[in-house]
């Protein structure tokens, strides 16, 4: 059974960094394109970032610069470390299996709250 | 830049009835690289369908795409109780950026 835990979320003040872990049981992040995607409160979805089974690594420009996409093979984990934090960075974020593109499984999220 | 628009914004209809959901893009969508998602409240989303026309592995066949170039179709046959929802669109052609639509809500009438 696919299942991602995301975790890491939390209150963080403007300029500040968080880094967001998502563990995954029932396929393995080396061999799979692996996805983060946002969600601010009471709006649409908003694709961050993938990084390929190949290490290869792609982000939305809103977050080019700032965030890095990761995974740690031997934990089966992916991570996102988010730096510089702006008040547009809240949103619960979801990590989620990337078939080419289409995302098929998620997990159910970890909320981030950036404010002062 | 690419972008999804979806219409309408919201959908009010009745059980039983039939939903035509809209995406249209700013450009055409390689090779049908788009999706459909469906989110409820509280909860993430789900993939419904892929390739544009391809259902996901459960959906149910009430549920249908369509659409090339730069518009595409959700459509959904007869609605059940548990179809109310905000649903949303996605390219995946360019595969170094994706793009997700504003979403459209279906409620119920």
């Known amino acids: 059974e696919v299942q991602l835990v995301e975790s890491g979320g939390g209150l963080i003040q403007p300029g500040g960094s968080l880094r967001l872990s998502c563990a995954v049981s029932g396929f393995s992040v080396s061999h799979n394109y692996v996805s983060w995607v946002r969600q601010a409160p009471g709006k649409g979805l908003e694709w961050v970032s993938v990084?390929?089974?190949?290490?290869?690594?792609y982000y939305a420009d809103s977050v080019k610069g700032r965030f890095i996409i990761s995974r740690e093979n031997s934990k089966n984990t992916l991570y996102l470390q988010m730096n510089d934090l702006r008040v547009e960075d809240t949103a619960v974020y979801y990590c989620a299996r990337d078939l080419m593109g289409m995302i098929d499984f998620w997990g159910q999220g970890t909320l981030v709250t950036v404010s002062s | 830049e690419f972008v999804l628009t979806q219409s309408p914004g919201t959908l009010s209809l009745s059980p039983g009835e039939r939903a035509t959901l809209s995406c249209r893009a700013s450009?055409?969508?390689?090779?049908?690289?788009l999706a459909w998602y469906q989110q409820k409240p509280g909860q993430a989303p789900r993939l419904l369908i892929y390739?544009?026309?391809s259902r996901a592995t459960g959906i149910p066949d009430r549920f249908s795409g369509s659409g090339s170039g730069t518009d595409f179709t959700l459509t959904i046959s007869r609605l059940e109780p548990e179809d109310f929802a905000v649903y949303y669109c996605q390219q995946y052609g360019s595969t170094t950026q994706y793009t997700f639509g504003q979403g459209t809500k279906l409620e119920i009438k």
């Open positions: 390739g544009a026309s």
């Open positions: 450009q055409s969508v390689s090779s049908s690289y």
């Open positions: 990084i390929y089974s190949g290490d290869r690594t």
